[in-house]
């Protein structure tokens, strides 16, 4: 599976975790692709309105509707969830039961500080890369097939 990600893509993650930062608050961003699962490309970070505070995140329900509007709209789909956290970046029991994504094989990157000091450049080595198991857990992607799970285009 190679999930393949612009580095504006990832420029504008950053910068949508950064000003939820600057609140003390987590955010979360939706990376919506296209192309078959396991090859999919990011099209667009996408961030829903959310409800937050400094060790949470939720998406209304007015929000997921209007998610889910935009996704026929422009014929995506959410391929992976990236949210912050104030310190280190961990799958958190919320983080568990508030995924947006759901899908096996699903992946949820953990981005810490609230963005503060990640760049395109670090963001790889900064981030917890999970992904969803046949038994619905989140477990984290090793460090050596994390190369082989998210290429940086």
Known sequence: MTLLVPREIVARTIDILRRGGAEKCEAVVLWLGSGPRGAERIAEAYRPDQIADKD????????????????????????????????????????????????????????????????????????AIYRLSDDDRWIEVPDEEVLHTVELA
């Open 56 to 127: 949470f995140f939720r998406i209304p329900s007015a929000a997921m509707k209007d998610l889910m509007g935009h996704l026929r709209r422009t014929r995506l789909h959410v391929t992976a969830q990236v949210h912050s956290h104030p310190g280190r970046a961990f799958h958190s029991e919320a983080d568990d039961e508030w995924a947006i994504v759901r899908h096996r094989g699903a992946l949820s990157f953990v981005v810490p500080r609230f963005g503060a000091g990640s760049t395109v450049a670090n963001f790889m080595d900064q981030t």
